[in-house]
């Protein structure tokens, strides 16, 4: 049956205002070419879409030409202002952005964990109203928050976890009161992370994909065919939870610890890299964990570019070592982040905190988990190299054999000996500590795959990011060799800022739905 004649008006008009959103201002002719239409109905669209206020004329399409056949069509980014929420267990981040995505302003506010749950809404709510202002917009017509948790698929509202603060629960309720007019949304935050990297990020050429998102906590995102799978009770991803092996206990129902959580969390990674005698960050959190990861990258990356081979330091024996470096060394173009064009956001400095139980042990977590024996025995081997090294018996010049470079000083010797094997020793523990890493994460990566068979995991959150493609491959080789479903395993391009990206595209998602349909189909 043909469509009516409305009908056909409004499918013409979304199609048209979908191009001006995904290629921005357009001339007649353009919108005639990339939708197929005679040049009266888009002639017919474009004066519809011009008096509903949806579309105006931006420009002309080049300097040479004039009239009507020369107007460039953009959609008007001031119709609608909308605002995005990632929030954390330690604070929010706020963006406020226009109808096309551009972002105008944006807030963040600590809220420590003594904080009450009155006080703590209402620093959130005073964070979105200043952005708001600074964005010098009247009022918002939708919200989007990201938040840690299970999202109830019936109502829409964030549920009671165990270890969450209370005021994440009236956030969405306080916002609606003080934003009358405006669509408040929660979402849980791994899956608007998927969204984003699915839309601008690392999996922009994937329908089917499982984000694993690294960073505070752990979580998984499922998108099947396209489409976000969120379950029976809204837990679809709640990875954390995942009984392992290399813990001590089993998670429960309330408390994630024994779980994935406790091998792959920020602590976790924390816990085994002071394990494995790496610097740390003095706070144990995702941007503190990537940073841990991020320097263990660097030195491996540095190293195989400088031809040496981690590995062969305090333990020749190192395997990890050995694959850490053939990582490094193949990560260039495979590396480069899939990120592309899309919503602008502008600041790094996200608050952290995803939730996380306080009583995970962390010495437990690295000593217990997969690549990490014989930590103790190697360390001390590291130790003792350098000394060993640069404890040489004094070289004269006569002793040394015509056409070799002679020490210019004994002490000079020993000393550039010994940096050699201090050098050795960084790239060993670094090597060591990205091999027990990817051990850990392929050991829930490889469950997901077995029940899903998604054909690519993306290692999302600041973690993922940080350990790029050398991470990203070395979880890929061990999957290979524990599972025989062809799994690609892929970098995160978008981080930290992932959640806030996804709320943003989702508010403006439903925002120009709303805008874009008549009223009489509302």
């Not at 330690?90 to 105008?104: A, E, H, K, M, Y």
């Not at 009155?118 to 979105?128: E, I, K, M, R, S």
């Not at 009161?177 to 984003?196: G, I, Q, S, Y």
């Not at 081997?381 to 054999?401: I, L, N």
Request: charged share 20%.
């Amino acid at each position: 049956m043909p469509a009516s004649p409305s009908t056909a008006r409004a499918i013409n008009d979304r199609l048209a205002l979908g191009l001006l959103q995904q290629e921005g201002p357009l001339t007649a002719g353009q919108l005639k070419q990339l939708t197929g239409l005679s040049r009266p109905t888009v002639a017919d669209l474009v004066e519809r879409l011009t008096a509903s206020g949806l579309v105006t004329v931006v420009g002309e399409s080049g300097e040479q030409r004039r009239g009507p056949n020369a107007r460039l069509y953009g959609l008007v980014a001031g119709r609608a202002h909308l605002a995005a929420l990632d929030v954390r267990t330690g604070g929010v981040f706020v963006l406020v952005s226009d109808l096309v995505g551009r972002v105008l302003a944006e807030a963040s506010v600590p809220i420590g964990g003594d904080t009450g749950t009155g006080p703590a809404v209402d620093l959130a709510v005073a964070a979105v109203e200043r952005a708001v202002k600074e964005a010098g917009a009247d009022r918002l017509h939708t919200v989007g928050i990201g938040a840690p948790g299970l999202i109830d698929p019936a109502t829409g509202d964030l549920r009671d976890s165990g270890g969450l603060p209370a005021w994440h629960r009236r956030l969405a309720a306080a916002l609606q009161e003080r934003l009358p007019e405006a669509r408040v949304t929660v979402e849980n935050e791994t899956n608007l992370a998927a969204l984003a990297e699915q839309r601008e990020g690392a999996a922009r050429d994937r329908d089917t994909f499982v984000l694993l998102w690294l960073g505070h906590g752990v979580g998984a995102a499922v998108v099947l065919d396209g489409t976000l799978r969120r379950g029976a009770s809204g837990g679809t991803g709640e990875i954390g939870f995942l009984p392992v092996p290399g813990t001590a206990s089993l998670p429960s129902s309330t408390d994630c610890d024994g779980g994935f959580h406790s091998l792959a969390a920020a602590a976790a990674i924390s816990d085994l890299a002071r394990a494995l005698g790496l610097p740390t960050a003095a706070v144990t959190d995702g941007p503190g964990a990537a940073e841990v990861v991020r320097g263990a990258v660097a030195t491996v990356t540095a190293a195989a570019a400088g031809g040496a081979e981690p590995g062969l330091g305090g333990a020749r024996s190192t395997a990890g070592g050995r694959e850490a470096a053939a990582a490094a060394t193949g990560a260039g173009a495979a590396g480069a982040a899939r990120a592309g064009g899309g919503l602008e956001v502008r600041a790094a400095d996200v608050p952290a905190g995803r939730p996380a139980p306080e009583s995970v042990a962390g010495g437990r977590a690295g000593a217990a988990s997969p690549g990490a024996a014989g930590t103790e025995a190697t360390a001390h081997a590291d130790a003792a190299r350098p000394a060993r090294v640069g404890a040489e018996s004094e070289v004269c010049g006569a002793d040394v054999p015509s056409g070799r470079p002679a020490p210019e000083s004994v002490a000079g010797g020993r000393a550039g000996a010994a940096s050699v094997g201090a050098a050795h020793a960084d790239v060993d523990r670094a090597a060591r500590f990205l091999g027990a890493l990817a051990d850990r994460i392929a050991v829930g990566a490889a469950s997901v795959v077995a029940v899903l068979d998604p054909g690519c995991v993306v290692l999302g959150g600041e973690v993922g990011q940080a350990g790029g493609p050398v991470l990203a491959r070395m979880v890929e080789e061990r999957l290979r060799r524990m599972s025989p479903l062809a799994t690609e395993v892929r970098a995160g391009g978008l981080g930290g800022t992932a959640v806030l990206r996804g709320a943003l595209l989702t508010a403006r998602d439903r925002a120009q739905d709303d805008l874009f349909t008549p009223a009489e189909q509302r």
